[in-house]
């Protein structure tokens, strides 16, 4: 799927982006240019520690985040489910002195081995960030077909067209903006351009969605709104969103993982991970108990 998979046999650390080889020409695109549709895919997280230069921020996480479904990640500020979200796409390396430790796999190929090109990565592990950020010179049919026109080589005006109607209908947005493709996607309101943000990370046929509190800037309607969504897009994709609102990761999540930290500039660790509904009423651990229940955090 990524090319060349060997490995260093001694590896301290990874903070530097491989530049050679981009991922197979039968798993990134279809005839035409356009990408191909992907089946939904297994993201597998061993041993895996997380650095910002000489601070440990997360610790020998274990967890895998299954196809298909919707995985929330729960826990106070600061233990790390957002590091560790970003680590799943290569995003953590981006930070200057960031480093990876462990193996992260998508369908049981690591996805920081040597030879794996990252931005390849990150077309088949697409991200929506908290804050709704469309491109704020392009239109709304531009900020769709955006990663079409980076990623996919030559795509015709009617592929791109239907790609760009398919991604906003599955964003549930296509009813609303049909008529005014043109205008900037800055124009829509806070709802509207998180969805308009999800249609652009799904136009690239991903295999999987990170999603990093996408509720958190919305108001009460727009958040029922996005949760509908992600109960939508589980079909196509494997999901992982952090969220502060515990009420959303039990609506909207079929496994919860909850992280926490000792004290303050302690790493932060994966406590429990299990079916949503026993996380929130027969958790295993008394720290889960205590902050799914409002004791902390």
């Given amino acids: 799927m990524f090319g060349s998979q060997a490995k260093p046999k001694a590896e301290e650390g990874r903070n530097t982006m491989s530049q050679a080889g981009p991922v197979t020409e039968t798993s990134s695109e279809a005839p035409g240019g356009a990408p191909a549709a992907r089946r939904a895919k297994t993201l597998e997280a061993k041993e895996v520690n997380l650095f910002y230069g000489g601070f440990?921020?997360?610790e020998n996480v274990n967890m895998t985040i299954e196809p298909n479904k919707v995985t929330?990640?729960?826990?106070s500020s600061g233990c790390g489910k957002t590091t560790f979200l970003r680590s799943l796409n290569r995003m953590h390396e981006l930070t200057p002195g960031a480093t990876v430790r462990g193996d992260i796999e998508l369908d049981g190929e690591d996805i920081y081995a040597a030879g794996v090109d990252?931005?390849?990565?990150?077309?088949?592990?697409?991200?929506?960030?908290?804050?709704?950020?469309?491109?704020?010179?392009?239109?709304?049919?531009?900020?769709?077909?955006?990663g079409l026109n980076f990623n996919s080589?030559?795509?015709s005006k009617s592929e791109r067209d239907?790609?760009?109607?398919?991604?906003?209908?599955?964003?549930?947005?296509?009813?609303e903006v049909k008529d005014r493709l043109d205008r900037p996607g800055s124009s829509l309101s806070g709802g509207q351009q998180q969805r308009l943000c999800i249609a652009r990370a799904t136009a690239v046929s991903p295999e999987v969605l990170l999603m990093d509190e996408p509720?958190?800037?919305l108001d009460p309607v727009a958040t029922l709104a996005i949760e509908e969504l992600i109960g939508e897009l589980k079909k196509e994709f494997t999901i992982a969103i952090v969220t502060h609102n515990m009420q959303q990761a039990a609506r909207a999540s079929d496994t919860t993982a909850f992280f926490n930290l000792e004290e303050s500039g302690k790493p932060g660790r994966l406590i429990e991970i299990g079916p949503t509904e026993r996380i929130f009423t027969?958790?295993?651990?008394?720290?889960t108990e205590d902050y799914v229940s409002g004791r902390f955090g």
């Fill in 162 to 175: 239907a790609i760009v109607e398919r991604s906003l209908r599955g964003a549930h947005l296509w009813g």
């Fill in 215 to 217: 509720c958190s800037a």
């Fill in 72 to 75: 929330a990640l729960i826990g």
């Fill in 282 to 287: 027969k958790p295993t651990q008394k720290a």
């Fill in 118 to 146: 990252p931005v390849a990565v990150r077309r088949l592990v697409g991200m929506v960030f908290q804050q709704p950020n469309p491109f704020p010179t392009m239109s709304i049919y531009d900020n769709v077909a955006a």
């Fill in 153 to 155: 080589g030559k795509v």
């Fill in 56 to 58: 440990h921020a997360v």
